[in-house]
C-alpha cells in the first residue's frame, strides 16, 4: 500500500469569520474546519484511487452542521499487471450533508470498462429540462 498527499489544516474556533493576510486573502468561516490534501494518490495491490485535490470543510452556525467534500479531476483505476479493466474519471464532484439530508454532484463523468466477454454502454449525460 503506498499514499501520498500534501495537506493543509485550516481551524476557525471564533464566533466570527477570520480573515488571514498572507501573500493573499483567505477566509476562514466561523467555528469552521478545513482540511485539504493536493496531489492526493492512494495505490493498494495495484489498484489505484488519485485526485489532483481532495477537501472535507465543517461548519457549523446557527443552522445546524454542515460537512462538504469536494474532489477535483477524480481518478479510479481496477487494473491486473499493466492492464486496466476499470477506470472512472470525473472532473469534479462534491457531497454536502446537513440535518436535512444529503446533495451530491458530479460532473465529466468518464467511466471506461475493458471486460473480455462483457459489454457494458453507459449514458452520462446531463438531464435535460423541458420548457
Known amino acids: 500500500m503506498t499514499f501520498s498527499a500534501a495537506f493543509t489544516v485550516q481551524l476557525n474556533s471564533t464566533s466570527t469569520t477570520q480573515t488571514i493576510f498572507d501573500g493573499g486573502s483567505l477566509s476562514l468561516a466561523a467555528t469552521s474546519l478545513k482540511i485539504e490534501a493536493t496531489s492526493v494518490t492512494l495505490a493498494i495491490a495495484g489498484q489505484q484511487v488519485s485526485a489532483s485535490r481532495f477537501t472535507v470543510e ?6 445546524g452542521r454542515l460537512v462538504r467534500t469536494t474532489v477535483q479531476n477524480f481518478e479510479l483505476r481496477l487494473r491486473s499487471g499493466t492492464t486496466d479493466f476499470v477506470t472512472v ?3 469534479a464532484a462534491s457531497v454536502m450533508v446537513n440535518r436535512l439530508g444529503v446533495a451530491a454532484r458530479v460532473t465529466g463523468l468518464v467511466p471506461t470498462f475493458n471486460l473480455p466477454g462483457l459489454t457494458l454502454t ?4 446531463e438531464p435535460r429540462r423541458s420548457s
Open 122 to 125: 453507459i449514458n452520462t449525460a
Open 58 to 63: 465543517e461548519i457549523t452556525n446557527s443552522a
Open 89 to 91: 474519471n470525473a472532473a
